[in-house]
């Protein structure tokens, strides 16, 4: 069995990598930090674990993960950023859910991040964790910056237009909406229920953190400078993400020509659902599972292509994609604990 | 006191010119039309009204309508298409809440509602009854087609860039979400509680019936012929619209600049509240209320500009509009029983 | 005009006393008070209020509330203990929205609140703000405990059988379920959205706050103690609250016969609705407005009563009843300012 | 591989059977029925399971449920109860998650559903599927009556004291509360989502169907008859039950001794959890797995014993419990394909 460290146990993406791994027949859970509730059972956080994972939360040291085979770094931005390479140094394999390590370009963190990355000669070998773009460099990766979730929404979307010239790079908008778990577990005035239940609240727009690392991918699938427009919206729901994005046609099409290309494109590609004519993404249809729903449909008055894209924002956005890149590196089969369909109603 | 009737009492628009006429000094409700519920008091219907208004529902019937000054045909669309040239003889002013008559052209009617209009000759008298554009034309009407909510929040949202050189208006795109009341209260399997909740749903991509009312403003603004993508979204919540609106910038500006032209161009309404420089409308702040909150935001990257525009579909999207139509209709203050900010939380 | 004062404005009841003061004629809002905001115009803090009251957040002295004629004390618990004293002296009236002059008892509170009450003496001179029990000594008080939103959905539902020998007085059990707004705005773990959203957690069961204050006013309406169970339940959604209480009959009746003596006992509230048989009171019905519905059921198989008692906990639970305990202490009509019905859906 | 059919696959608790199915090594699925939706695959009417289960939906018919091994009747009371005599001779095993074979007295059926029984015979062979209480049974038997949601949560809560002499038999309460999908997924007024969300609602007060249900199975454990009051409340929430159950001690007890007994009695059931003291039954603990957790805590002050009851209504109350079921019956491990901790934020 393979051992399993996860730093960062006691937040969402932290309980969903133990979720999952519960149904994972390979591995085994070794090591979970928490700075909070250190010495206790992870159980005791998270009651929904009770008799099936009581494993004592540990403080978080590179010591004691440094016996695992595979570390997951679930940690909040910046947290872990001295840590992974004392990790690497050791030999362990190390997936790490923040955003530390999935910028190329060290001059991108101050500008977007406001800090100065520590490690940047480790960015170059650092591989950007999207199984379906870069599943050949995952095999052989040590370390993986595991994608964003507003990222894997919005690249899935577009990723079979890129090197194509049938639209118009410079109109692209991705109109964004998440449940309210991606903001993570710790309280704060904009994420109290009263605050989020019943309203609408666009956030971020026109300068949100997400932006550049969509832009990386974009543009190295196009082979130029992409820049595009990123509005996320806070949806009163716990999981799910939507990302509604717009971008010009150059020529004319039908939707069963984009809709044949897209299949094509994707057709390797298990957790990747293109949908048929007509139908639009819809979260429901993923949230709970590791799918990314592909929704396909041309505004013909305009010649403007609408992409609706759904994913789970804990899942596919964050930890059944850790896990994803997991069984990709340690040569498992890729579907492995990611089986199960969305949880509906 | 002026007698005021509704048709169609039992749907939620229908409950809300209730619930608004309650607050309102100047009027009195005299009868309420419901097919459904015929015989009972409305406030079998919804008990909130219970010793506040318990007035029996009448089927609805073109001649007890006659005798109110005021009609408000608050009916599925078409039910009242054929009522309204009935009321207009007996000299009832009519608000009609439906899409009957809002399109001037008659020729759209096939096009988007699949259906002939039976009145054509009627269309040209009606008035497109949003104030802030309309307000001298709407004083002296006699038949108002009350807006849609989508609409409403597209064309106030855009309307001080209409007839200016700033813009390009080939590029206008509005990404709306809405709660569910506004699909009526007609039970489908698609508005289920548990089809709805936790869930992010685009619906009617390309094609939804509020496109031809939006670019007819928006058209009529600007001097010249404007087509939109429209993207209308299902969101878990009860009330509440907010529609984010994508143009883009032909010449630099700054926020500030545009923040002070839309004060300007809203200075006198006081029901529009354009919001300071990195605000964005947020649906709580009018949810409750009949204002419209409109945000400015530039994306400066790309040169385009990322309107927020919120309001309450039921209020300002639908019932409160009609209110302060009737208001204005009147010569009764245009705030009268439309005073109360949003509830919150 | 009655000059008004809120002591803690940026809090939910603080909002909803903002909120129902601009609809209400006779009083205006003088000084608002917040330590989190102060130097802030109150419609930084709460959006909504743009434009409507813009007032600047001073912080809580009592020098600068003295000159107004009522003040109300929105205030966490302990936090306006010893305001309230300076500002009796000063002649205002004094409304205290938090639990701090609830209690008759001084000896209370080390038991119930762990607290040793500063001014024990003034205990007395409270009058609990529940106007139905207590109308007559609400309009000569100077102070008043405004009751929680908890005990007056138990007391108003159990009051008119406290004094019959109808019923077993050792039997009552009040199974309550609450919005999340009661809980108030300060960030917490347990009022997360995502900790809240689609789950049911009972808390505080066989000790809440609550009980000394239910069972001080039960106790009193029958002439010796009583002692209940009460179990609070958080419930996903905002505002709201029922408690559906359970009282064994010691004879036979049939529902009707309750209703009547309800109805009668009620007659004169406009606040209070008994609701007809097999009706069961329901938060939707009054959420948004100040009424607290009541419906009665016999559980005719065991001959036992089931009481359902709903009302808007920030409403008839909070800040309404401040507002109509302020009507009745300046002479003004009790519903002044408190007639919106419901707001639905 | 075991033939699984599935009768009213495209209700909720039939699309919870088959995702509950996918993560099931052992059974395969082989027929699927559906009377509005026949014709399609089941992943038009559910596209969570596009490209897991794209089975055709069949209209229900005896003869093709016959070649299964076993047959899950996940159908609207009654609509099953002439089928299932004609699936039993063909030597199928038999699962009804409906309420159709449940009672063991005829007579029962009138008093409650308001019907005659058309194949009273059947009543003592089918057992009644509540495995913690009749597995032994359950494990040769050819028909289950799979337990209600309410029943369940209510009956494992109570299930441990009812052959002692420590609790006063006449006292019991259970107020429960359950999430919308326990409706099923035929629309209807009262589960629209406006009508729901933000609402409190008690429902079929002192009358509902499950009560002989709960009644039946504590009798049978007390050796005598026992009658409750049951009390549902609809929740705004898709998922998860609580059900908060009052029962008078007739002895003084401490939390510990009452835990400990509990623990006991359930020491070999993994799908019951017993908690610790102070803690408290949740929905968020269990919903999205087969568990149910019960929380025990005393009422000293009025020597009252009030327990906690959780689990989600479609898992251990519908699918997750057939599940179980089917594996005792068919000698796999109990746990098999339920193994999934809860799904949770």
Redesign the interface.
Known sequence: MIKVGIAGASG?TG?EL??LS??HPEIELSVLTSETYKGKPISDV????????DIELQSLNSEILKACDVVFLALPHTAGMDILPQLLGSGCKVIDLSADYRLNDAEAYPEWYSLTHTHPELLSQAVYGLPELHRQKIKTAQVIANPGCYPTSVILALAPLMNTDWVDL??I?S?S?S???GAG?K???A?????????????G??GHRHTPEMEQELSSLAGKPI???F?P?L????????S?V?INLKKKFCDDDLIQHYQKFYRDE?FV?V?GKD???????????NFC?I?I??????N?L?L?S?LDNLIKGASGQAIQNMNIMLGFEEKTGL???????
Chains 1, 2, 3, 4 share one sequence.
């Open positions: 969402y309980l133990i979720r519960v149904n998270f009651p929904s674990l009770n008799g099936i994972v410079n109109s908008i109109d909406k449940g309210v778990s577990r309280p704060s005035l994420t109290q229920y009263t605050e989020v239940n019943e309203g609408l609240s666009p956030y727009l026109a820049k595009i427009s509005s919206h949806i009163p729901m716990s999981r799910g993400m939507l509604t717009y298990y659902r949908l139908k639009f993404a819809n979260s429901h249809s993923v949230a709970g599972s729903d929704g449909k041309i505004d013909e008055r305009v403007r609408v609706t759904s089986q199960s369909p969305a949880l509906f109603p």
